[in-house]
């Protein structure tokens, strides 16, 4: 079964700074990966989206890196601002299945 | 579009008394999924539809929870009876295909039983 596990739980940075937020799962064998936010109070708003095939995928200050092999993504976010604090959540795929889900990265930009 | 479809936002309800919550999803999406997030478990599935037909219930935690999806616009999930132990918020999601293609999620219903 498949297990994705988010560390840190929780994060605050001060404004500026770039960060790093892990992800990594159990089962090596999936379709793809994306990453979300979410916003107190809100539903969650896809940010990216990794084929296995591929190594990384960028959209403005972030990017996102796949590593199939050791089970593990990374979300990059530069130049940290207040309105990047949400939590961010890692969510995984094997294909006609349902996206498994971490439980999410709070974290606090600082201005 | 309007995106994924959710009502209502807010339910407060006794317990015993059956809860409705409603979704429409994306036009054009086949694929349409019911989450409950809590604190202590995060975002848990309860079931998925491809193309109007319940695909994977496995999710569903109890008897007294029941989702239907009668169109491709239209989806409930019933809870009856309900019990404290469900408040949760509740969301609804869509996509063009399970689990190939970017979800897009409602709102959700904040369930909360007394």
């Known amino acids: 079964k498949q297990e994705v596990t988010q560390i840190p739980a929780a994060l605050s940075v001060p404004e500026g700074e770039n960060l790093v937020l892990n992800c990594s799962f159990t089962?090596?064998?999936?379709?793809?990966l994306q990453w979300f936010r979410q916003d107190p109070g809100k539903g969650l708003t896809s940010l990216l989206l990794?084929?296995?095939?591929?190594r990384e995928q960028t959209s403005g200050r972030l990017n996102a890196s796949l590593d199939k092999s050791s089970g593990r993504s990374t979300l990059y976010i530069a130049a940290s601002q207040p309105g990047d604090s949400a939590t961010y959540l890692c969510a995984v795929s094997a294909g006609n299945t349902p996206l498994v889900f971490g439980k999410g990265t709070r974290l606090s930009v600082i201005a | 579009d309007a995106g994924v479809i959710q009502s209502p936002r807010h339910e407060v309800t006794e317990m015993g008394q059956e809860v409705t919550l409603r979704c429409k999803p994306i036009?054009?999406?086949?694929?349409l999924f019911w989450y409950r997030q809590t604190m202590m478990r995060g975002l848990e599935l309860l079931i998925y539809f491809n193309n109007n037909v319940p695909i994977d219930d496995s999710g569903m935690p109890e008897d007294r929870f029941s989702a239907k999806m009668p169109n491709a616009s239209f989806s409930t999930l019933k809870i009856q009876p309900s019990e404290p132990r469900d408040s949760a918020v509740y969301f609804c999601?869509?996509?063009?295909?399970?689990?190939?293609?970017?979800?897009?999620f409602g709102p959700g219903t904040r369930l909360t039983v007394l």
């Open positions: 990794i084929q296995s095939s591929q």
């Open positions: 999601a869509s996509s063009l295909a399970s689990g190939t293609d970017t979800q897009y």
């Open positions: 089962d090596s064998a999936i379709y793809n």
């Open positions: 036009s054009g999406h086949n694929s």
